[in-house]
Structures are given as structure tokens and as C-alpha cells.
Nanobody
């Protein structure tokens, strides 16, 4: 059974940082392109970032470029998202996923 478990969300002030983690199981993690996406209150899903199976290629939405960094540790079956310079508009539930699979999400709230 495929499982994707996100963690690391929370409440942070504008300008702060958080590091999200996503532990994967039930599939060959190292073979798949992985992504982070988010859903803000009352809005649809927004792709945030993606990383190739070996971690050599990364991509970012314009809204987070220069502030967020995606990475992965294939030995630990874990995907990460380092988020710096957080803004109020980054408030959302963040999900990791591949293909059409996604986890349950972790809430990130940016507020003063």
C-alpha cells in the first residue's frame, strides 16, 4: 500500500522558516519524480515544486522560487521542502505526491 506522510507544518510569522518532510512507503521511491503542491483556503490545488528521481533536477513555481528548496534522500525514502521567507499567502495545506497519489497533507499557517 502506498503511503505518503507529511509532517513539519505549523504556525510561523511572516519571514520565518519551516521544513516539511514526507516519508514514503509502499513503492520504489527512488524511481519516481516527486512533487509538493498546496491548497490554500477556498482555492484549488497549486503545484509548488518538483524533483527528479535522482534529485538532480528541481523546478519551482514562480511564487516560491528563491524562497523554497526541494530535496530528497532516497536512502531514507524521504522528500523535503525547506521554506524560507514565508509570506501570509503561503498559508495552505501542503501535500507531497507522485502521479495521482498524495498524502494527507500538513497545515502551514503564516500569520503575525
Amino acid at each position: 500500500e502506498v503511503q505518503l506522510v507529511e509532517s513539519g507544518g505549523g504556525l510561523v510569522q511572516p519571514g520565518g522558516s519551516l521544513r516539511l518532510s514526507c516519508v514514503a512507503s509502499g513503492f520504489t521511491f527512488s524511481s519516481y519524480l516527486m512533487k509538493w503542491f498546496r491548497q490554500a483556503p477556498g482555492k484549488g490545488f497549486e503545484w509548488v515544486s518538483g524533483i527528479s528521481s535522482d534529485g538532480g533536477i528541481t523546478s519551482y513555481a514562480d511564487s516560491v522560487k528563491g524562497r523554497f528548496t526541494i530535496s530528497r534522500d532516497n536512502a531514507k525514502n524521504t522528500l523535503y521542502l525547506q521554506m524560507n521567507g514565508l509570506k501570509v499567502e503561503d498559508t495552505a495545506v501542503y501535500y507531497c505526491g507522485y502521479g495521482v497519489k498524495r498524502g494527507q497533507g500538513t497545515q502551514v499557517t503564516v500569520s503575525s
